[in-house]
């Protein structure tokens, strides 16, 4: 079975400062990986997502995302953050070709940026 | 602009009772979803429908049931909340379940 692990449940940074958010992930095939972000109120939205080819993806607003299949890890990353950043980030699978929608979440990691 | 609507936004009930929770998606995707996120903000699927056909249905208690009129439409009907129903039930939208979900704001139920 599919699992997701984020070690860090809150983090907080300095606006400006760089950031890094742990995801890593157990599967035993070729996964479909994506970070997703909910703000306060609101659905998830997508960040980026990667499915083959260049293991660094970009995404939305900045942030980017490396594959590292060896350490089973898909750290997400932004060199400067903004107060505006402060939400929750989920980390996800799939299998790849399922095709069935079916995302396995991380418990999420609350991030706040002090203005 | 168009998105994943859901209603409504906030329902408290008490237990024993029914609800239901309705979704549209004005995206023209075929496959449709829903997500339970608990009060620890974890996520897991509970059913997806292709087409108005069910093809994800995780162990999910009897209660639930989803309902679908249309491949723009899914709602989610509880009958007899418990009181571990209490979660944000999230709706969401993709093509055919490749993969790239589209949420929506969400339905938080409290059950007292």
């Known amino acids: 079975a599919q699992s997701v692990t984020q070690p860090d449940a809150r983090v907080t940074v300095s606006e400006g400062a760089s950031l890094q958010l742990r995801c890593k992930y157990s599967y035993s095939g070729t996964p479909y990986l994506f970070w997703y972000v909910q703000y306060p109120r609101q659905g998830l939205q997508l960040l980026l997502k990667y499915y083959s080819g260049d293991p660094v993806v970009q995404g939305v607003n900045g942030f980017e995302a490396e594959f590292i299949k060896s350490n089973s890890s898909f750290h997400l990353r932004k060199a400067s953050v903004h107060w505006s950043d402060s939400a929750v980030y989920f980390c996800?699978?799939?299998?790849?070709?399922?095709?069935?929608?079916?995302?396995?979440f991380g418990h999420g990691t609350i991030l706040r940026v002090h203005p | 602009e168009t998105a994943v609507f859901q209603t409504p936004n906030y329902h408290v009930t008490q237990v024993g009772n029914e609800v239901s929770f309705n979704c549209k998606q004005t995206?023209?995707?075929?496959?449709m979803y829903w997500y339970k996120q608990d009060s620890k903000k974890l996520l897991k699927i509970m059913f997806s429908?292709?087409?108005?056909?069910?093809?994800v249905n995780e162990t999910v208690p009897r209660r639930f049931s989803p309902q679908s009129s249309d491949k723009a439409h899914l709602n989610l009907r509880i009958k007899s909340v418990e009181p571990e129903d209490s979660a944000v039930y999230l709706c969401?939208?993709?093509?055919?379940?490749?993969?790239?979900?589209?949420f929506g704001a969400g339905t938080r139920l409290s059950v007292l």
């Open positions: 995206l023209g995707h075929d496959t």
């Open positions: 996800a699978v799939s299998e790849k070709g399922a095709n069935t929608g079916k995302l396995t």
């Open positions: 429908y292709n087409n108005k056909q069910l093809i």
């Open positions: 969401a939208s993709s093509y055919g379940g490749a993969d790239t979900l589209y």
